[in-house]
């Protein structure tokens, strides 16, 4: 048998005439963990979807040899039938169902055609051992965190002795803990045998795991590049996005005025436990032109504060006092948020944030119709002369404004939402996660979008499960943990063990301050 598990040769793949893979060649050896990397839209999961069957046989041109023979998969389960399972970065979970059954789903332990339901549990245990993960297999899977419903797709994977595991962003919602776990567990499959590909945004995830990185950048194969201790990350970025994108991290110059918007008391419970408080006395300020940050572990609250913020969307409100220019403010409804300034970009842009199968144009426009109408009719002209501005000043990659979002890459489709909220004229912009899944060209892009608008004296309250990302972006950063405000850090003392500190510390009702003027 060769060396290589896996050979793609000159795959090409067309959408509507244009090249998503142009003769991309892919080779994988036998138990290694091999990294694909590329921007957004570089070609990565159109790549993966050939392999499993996705895009089926007869869609592409090119050759794919798995262990030795050329396979021609019509299907998912063909490929799956031989060994390879994909993880795709969007979990096919049933919330519903138990993490047992979930594991079993479309391979149930049966016999005579009737589920053994013993049997079922036994065998989920075992491999929850298997992977570490302690949880009861009869446990609801929405009950349960990302980083355990992440495992449970492992967990169902392995049922279909995996021979080769392909994980497309598995730690893109995971906190830094549960990434550690997960890392771990690909090094562990690797002893045991197992090939792994990993599709990450995150380099120095990357850089920990994997023997071999495999780079695509607009459709084609760049180079494969040996893990060792001389590579670094500029190296990848550079061959990424074919420039050097300099300071990753561009430079603001802050012109940060008096306090916009101010919270105080602000409390919130479970709708459906008004006992169980979910965010607890908090208070934080932002000024005009600065760009505040929320840290905190996954469960912090932060999710739930920013739609508590915006029209009163998450939970229900027991007490608290919204001020906006040091006046109070009536935001009860989502309508009356905006008409008050606020928007918000949520974390889940496909769910929440775009109309995937409407335009460019639509989506950007969406959000503002009183500025492009009159007398209740939409001006079209003004419309589409909005949505080109957009689409120029925020380098929405589209072939034009008419292009569905769905076809779009998550960078871009990112670049949309903002486009959107933008163009609402908001003075407090509230970014959740606004740089998951996206590439490193993508991100930079982002960020001087964000500089941009607080230049412009805009005030922005962003939230980042990537620490460095806040350090870096935020003028002030307020640290949460169990729903409280524990930690507020400003100049030198926004560091990654200051934030850690504060969430470790047991403080109720208080706050601890490092570098406050």
Request: aromatic share 6%.
């Amino acid at each position: 048998m060769s060396d290589y598990i896996l050979k793609m040769l000159n795959i090409t793949k067309e959408f509507y005439g244009i090249k998503a893979l142009d003769n991309v060649n892919f080779e994988v050896q036998q138990g290694e963990i091999h990294a694909l990397v590329g921007e957004n839209g570089a070609g990565k999961s159109t790549l993966i979807n050939v392999l499993g069957g996705v895009y089926p046989y007869g869609t592409y041109k090119g050759k794919i040899l798995y262990e030795g023979k050329e396979c021609k998969f019509t299907d998912i389960r063909q490929s799956e039938d031989i060994g390879i399972v994909i993880i795709h970065q969007e979990l096919t979970l049933s919330p519903y169902l138990t993490c047992a059954e979930n594991v079993f789903l479309g391979n149930e332990q049966s016999k005579n055609g009737i589920i053994d339901w013993g049997k079922t549990t036994v065998e989920a245990k075992r491999l929850f051992e298997k992977i570490g993960l302690d949880e009861d297999p009869n446990s609801i899977v929405n009950t349960l965190g990302i980083g355990k419903q992440q495992l449970i797709e492992i967990a169902k994977a392995l049922t279909k002795s995996v021979k080769l595991l392909i994980l497309d962003e598995p730690t893109a919602a995971l906190n830094e803990e549960d990434s550690h776990k997960l890392l771990n567990l690909l090094l562990e499959f690797k002893k045991n045998g197992i090939t792994s590909i990993l599709i990450s945004h995150k380099l120095k995830e990357v850089l920990k795991v994997a023997d071999r990185i495999t780079i695509l950048r607009d459709g084609s194969t760049v180079e494969t590049l040996i893990n060792d201790e001389n590579l670094k990350e500029e190296k990848i970025i550079k061959a990424m996005v074919g420039r050097d994108i300099g300071d990753y991290y561009p430079t603001r110059y802050a012109n940060i005025g008096n306090v916009f918007f101010e919270i105080k008391n602000w409390t919130v419970a479970d709708a459906l436990d008004q006992n169980r408080k979910i965010i607890d006395d908090v208070g934080l300020q932002i000024r005009k032109g600065e760009v505040v940050g929320i840290a905190g572990l996954m469960g912090a609250g932060r999710t739930e504060l920013a739609m508590s913020i915006f029209g009163e969307s998450f939970g229900k409100k027991l007490s608290g006092d919204i001020f906006i220019d040091n006046k109070k403010a009536d935001i009860k409804s989502v309508d009356k948020a905006i008409e008050n300034g606020i928007a918000y970009v949520t974390e889940d842009r496909k769910t929440y944030g775009l109309i995937l199968i409407d335009s460019v144009k639509n989506n950007i426009s969406l959000s503002n119709f009183k500025k492009i109408s009159k007398n209740a009719i939409i001006n079209k002209n003004e419309e589409i002369k909005a949505s080109e501005k957009y689409k120029n000043d925020f380098n929405i990659r589209a072939k034009d404004i008419l292009q569905n979002t769905e076809d779009l890459s998550g960078g871009n489709q990112q670049k949309v939402v903002l486009s959107r909220w933008i163009f609402s004229d908001p003075s407090l912009l509230i970014l959740d996660e606004p740089t998951r899944g996206i590439d490193v060209g993508a991100k930079r892009e982002i960020y001087t979008i964000i500089n941009r608008l607080a230049e412009e004296g805009k005030s922005i309250l962003m939230i980042s499960s990537e620490l460095p990302e806040l350090l870096k972006m935020c003028d002030r950063i307020y640290v949460m943990n169990q729903g409280r405000i524990v930690g507020e850090l400003s100049g030198d003392m926004q560091t990654a063990e200051n934030v850690m500190t504060c969430i470790m510390r047991d403080i109720k009702g208080g706050q601890v301050e490092y570098g406050k003027n």
